[in-house]
């Protein structure tokens, strides 16, 4: 004899076993197919297998005529934007099961008027499955992930035929009584079937406005560049968590039963992906106090280029010879970092020169300061300095300072020119740039003897 249940417990749902469902679904089926193969037999049943194989001809002869013609009249539409085309090719590809669908209706209904409605029952049903289908793959391909879209497809194509066939209820009662128990929650293959439909959808939603959310702060000039990305990212962590706890929750998952297994993942995660966490924390930290942003040109030991984009676990620099370096956020944060434009864009560059003694120093450092500001990118409202900075061994040393204020057009490159202005303004002034030369003397008595190379 079973125990009475305990008083105030909610009544437990019965299943039966996948094995009874099953041999009655096979039974069912059995059934059936007994009853469609001696349907089927019958002489108007016959005719309308023939007619539903006449169609799919005539829907194979309409492609091969009509296929290429369309084609030729699509390639001449060069002006068309890109989604009309996409639309039109995705249309070509699928011209047979539009024929079909056409064709298949316009029987349908010429004879449902014309004869018996049970005489045309194959070809209803063929003509709904063939629409379904076609619907199906239009629709699905509003989807722009690849992966998203085939199984959206290949679901919804399986749900509306079984809908089409009158087998939900059978297909339905099979998903329930396979599954288990996990704390109190009973986990059917049904209930994992609608989480992941339920699911898709509301992830779909979430990235939609996502992006719709992501493009309006982008747009948005009164909030900093570090701001918008900060807030781009929590958008996105609340919009995908709702999404996965309202899905799950809809579905009925109690997920308190799942605390003891996510905290135990959880661990196993924060011992295993500690570099992960710190670079996320990092990244956050780094939008917060504003230390960098993307534009900002920074120097990180031999790589100097400016912030392309912010991630949550690395910071995109793009150098000057193209290359894009991922630096993950934990090295930003307890590195030295050199950002040139944290507070504003003006950047100042040195550069050593020297001369000889025989040249009026007060007339070097007038022609330097003109040289170098003649040169492009030179600010005028920062004039160039130059300055005696010491007296060498064969040269007087002087240092030239400039400002620019666009570092991320390379610091290199403007050197150079300040350089080679340097250059042909002391040619043009009679100024010389000393080397070292070394005076040898030969002391009385010593001999010397120069020899020949062979």
């Not at 069912?28 to 108007?44: C, S, V």
């Not at 995660?269 to 990092?282: A, D, H, I, P, R």
Request: aromatic share 10%; glycine share 8%.
């Amino acid at each position: 004899m079973e125990p009475d249940p305990t008083p105030g417990a909610p009544p437990t749902e019965a299943f039966a076993p996948p094995g009874e469902i099953l041999a009655d679904i096979a039974g069912n089926l059995y059934l059936r197919g007994e009853t469609f193969l001696a349907t089927l037999l019958r002489p108007w049943n016959a005719y309308q297998v023939a007619i539903i194989l006449a169609l799919l001809l005539a829907a194979w002869l309409l492609r091969a005529t009509f296929g290429n013609r369309i084609r030729r009249w699509m390639a001449s539409r060069d002006g068309w934007p890109t989604w009309r085309m996409r639309l039109l090719v995705v249309i070509h590809k699928r011209l047979m099961g539009i024929f079909f669908v056409a064709l298949a209706w316009l029987t349908f209904l010429i004879m449902r008027e014309v004869t018996w409605p049970s005489r045309s029952y194959l070809i209803g049903i063929v003509t709904e499955l063939a629409s379904a289908w076609l619907f199906v793959v239009f629709a699905t391909r509003l989807i722009s992930s690849p992966l998203i879209r085939t199984f959206a497809r290949y679901g919804a194509w399986a749900y509306v035929t079984v809908t089409i066939l009158n087998l939900r209820e059978d297909a339905t009662d099979l998903l329930a009584s396979i599954g288990f128990t996990l704390g109190g929650t009973r986990l059917s293959l049904l209930l994992l079937v609608q989480a992941a439909v339920l699911l898709t959808v509301l992830v779909i939603l979430a990235r939609f406005l996502s992006r719709t959310t992501a493009t309006r702060i982008q747009r948005n000039e009164d909030i900093s560049p570090s701001m918008q990305v900060l807030v781009v990212k929590l958008s996105q962590v609340l919009l995908y968590g709702a999404a996965v706890i309202i899905g799950l929750r809809a579905v009925g998952v109690d997920l308190t039963g799942l605390a003891v297994l996510s905290g135990a993942i959880g661990v196993g995660l924060g011992f295993g992906l500690q570099k992960v966490v710190s670079n996320l924390v990092s990244g956050v930290i780094i939008l917060l106090d504003k230390s960098i942003k993307p534009g900002d040109v920074i120097s990180l030991g031999d790589t100097f280029g400016w912030i392309n984009t912010l991630g949550a676990r690395y910071a995109s620099v793009v150098t000057r010879d193209g290359k894009e370096y991922l630096i993950p956020n934990e090295d930003l944060i307890t590195g030295q970092v050199v950002n040139w434009s944290h507070s504003d864009q003006f950047v100042r560059l040195d550069i050593y020169f020297g001369t000889a003694y025989s040249d009026d120093p007060h007339l070097v450092r007038r022609v330097a300061i003109d040289a170098a500001a003649g040169v492009p990118r030179v600010l005028k409202d920062r004039p160039p300095v130059c300055h005696i900075v010491g007296f060498g061994d064969s040269s007087v040393d002087y240092i030239l300072r400039f400002w620019i204020t666009d570092p991320t057009g390379g610091l290199t490159n403007i050197r150079g020119n300040v350089y080679l202005a340097l250059w042909d303004a002391f040619k043009e002034h009679g100024i010389s740039i000393p080397f070292p030369q070394r005076e040898v003397k030969i002391l009385e008595g010593s001999t010397v003897k120069a020899t020949a190379p062979d």
